[in-house]
């Protein structure tokens, strides 16, 4: 179906997770941006938590200077190990990554905002055998930033490396990283709603896992999906500028191509 940007389509677009290799969303935004291509809800988990923010905040060609910052540092393990210029993927993300994003461009958007993370139950329901659930944030217009801070770092909480039995608390709960209970956050509303919906995914294995949950993609709906044509260069702990810029460029060029598809009617 090709792109009719000339009536109002309804969409929603998810950003998956992916750690480090997420820096090819920056590329997937831009040529979403470039072909004015709107959408009304963005949904992110993990690393795809701060591509929706950036993305909704309209700051599109702003997004490559937080990942570019990231390269003054490496990957702490653990906590323990960090040094001045080796640090945990929270502290990153909080001290270096988040403080790019316009606030006050995030609350004079008209898009919604669903945050993806996993909130874990109580010893006594993991007896039961109930150890994670998938819990949404939601933020559309104005809303407190320590909020939405609180919920991306929980979206982006991954064990072990943060902390071995560390977790992000908001308002007493413990969370974790969103990416436990589903790598792709289309179940953050109805899908049915929109007219498209968007999923950019680092790896293919999200999409494969929708799939493996039972995906319906037999209605009204038009699913397009967004994934690299080639290996993304980066490993998913890797901090390099030189293939951040190869990532990007990729998500560019694979989301062109389908952009590109669609118009022609093609696809």
């Not at 831009?30 to 993305?55: M, N, P, Q, R």
């Not at 974790?176 to 589903?182: N, P, R, S």
Request: glycine fraction near 8%.
């Amino acid at each position: 179906m090709p792109v009719n940007l000339g009536r109002e389509v309804k969409r929603l677009l998810c950003y998956s997770s992916g750690a480090m290799r997420g820096v090819y969303y920056a590329g997937v935004m831009t040529a979403l941006d470039e072909a004015g291509i709107k959408f009304s809800d963005i949904a992110g988990v993990s690393v795809g938590s701060t591509a929706a923010v950036w993305h909704a905040a309209g700051q599109i060609h702003e997004v490559f200077d937080a990942w570019e910052a990231l390269c003054s540092y490496s990957l702490s393990p653990h906590p323990l190990f960090n040094t001045s210029r080796s640090r945990n993927l929270d502290w990153l993300i909080t001290n270096v990554s988040l403080p790019f994003l316009d606030m006050d461009r995030l609350k004079a958007s008209n898009i919604r905002v669903h945050i993806a993370a996993s909130r874990i139950f109580s010893p006594l329901n993991m007896l039961k055998g109930k150890v994670f659930e998938r819990r949404y944030f939601r933020f559309q217009g104005d809303f407190q930033a320590h909020e939405l801070v609180d919920a991306i770092r929980a979206s982006c909480y991954m064990p072990f490396i943060n902390g071995i039995f560390s977790s992000k608390r908001i308002d007493g709960v413990r969370y974790l990283d969103g990416g436990l209970t589903g790598r792709i956050p289309v179940d953050c509303v109805d899908t049915a709603v929109f007219d498209e919906v968007w999923i950019a995914a680092a790896s293919p294995n999200g999409v494969r896992e929708l799939f493996n949950m039972g995906l319906n993609t037999q209605g009204d709906t038009e699913f397009i999906f967004i994934v690299p044509s080639i290996a993304l260069p980066t490993a998913r702990g890797e901090i390099d500028l030189e293939k951040f810029k190869a990532g990007f460029q990729l998500g560019l060029e694979d989301t062109g191509a389908i952009i590109k598809t669609r118009e022609q009617g093609t696809g």
